[in-house]
């Protein structure tokens, strides 16, 4: 008996075709950055083809560097690498072929899957900034980004603190019961740590409760004290520093404290700040 014969599996292959007879899908969604794709293309070459369905000829893939061939060859450019020249003058262009959907609509969703899966990625920053930090001018243009702009945008503080951050620090700095250790919650990242347990060195225990004072007898006893005014609500403010200048700015602290005789971090802090304006002239010494 004769063995059934079975079709081949498909295969995808890269043929070369002219530049004019290659057709778009209609209403492409998508929206292209044009400058950036031919700056690309013209410094790195033509490396990735474009792909047709082949049961409708048409465009699935590429249409945006489609646009940016067709603008260059108009504009009399020279090819970009991995382009062929026909003796005519038309560009050839690499197409994978040999791919094709059950219908349009699962052509469509491809289209669209094939951008948006591209999109949902997004970046590591951190990764980013590395592989950038290193580029020259020509290169960083071809990449797409504006890395001084990438720079200028600091990453965001984790939102770590409490809703109402002053009313937190003000039990953390003045508690109301006395002799009731401060306890300091640990908090990430390390810049906002440091800041926090700087701030719980200016605890102060509250006043006794107040009540009557003791007199001798036959005479009327002392009033009880009064309660001290309402002070100023404490604020916080943090300020994050590159990790190899925390330990200069912890240092510094710690010699304004005993330069400028006061005894906790953040009166250093203002009094280092005090210094300066009267130093310039903004304010009264």
Known sequence: MTPKKTAPPAA???EYLPLDQLSRWPGNPKAHADDAIAASISRFGFRDPLAIDETSGRLIAGHGRL???ERAHAAGS?????VQVRDDGMWLIPVTRGGSFADEAEASAYLVAHNRTGELGGWDDALLADFLKPLDEELL???GFDFDAFLRDAPKLPDVLPSAPSEFL???IAP???SVPVAVPSLAPAAVQTAVSATADVAQHAPDAAGPVPAPDGQPAAPPPQAPPAEEPYLQ???VVRK???DLALEAIKKARAGFGVETAPEAFMAIIRDYLARTGEVAA
């Open 12 to 14: 995808l292959r890269i």
């Open 67 to 69: 646009t940016a061939l």
């Open 176 to 178: 109301a019961a006395p």
């Open 244 to 246: 190899s200048d925390r």
């Open 78 to 82: 020279p090819a970009p690498q991995f």
């Open 141 to 143: 243009s071809a990449t």
């Open 170 to 172: 003000n039990d953390l």
């Open 237 to 239: 403010v943090v300020y």
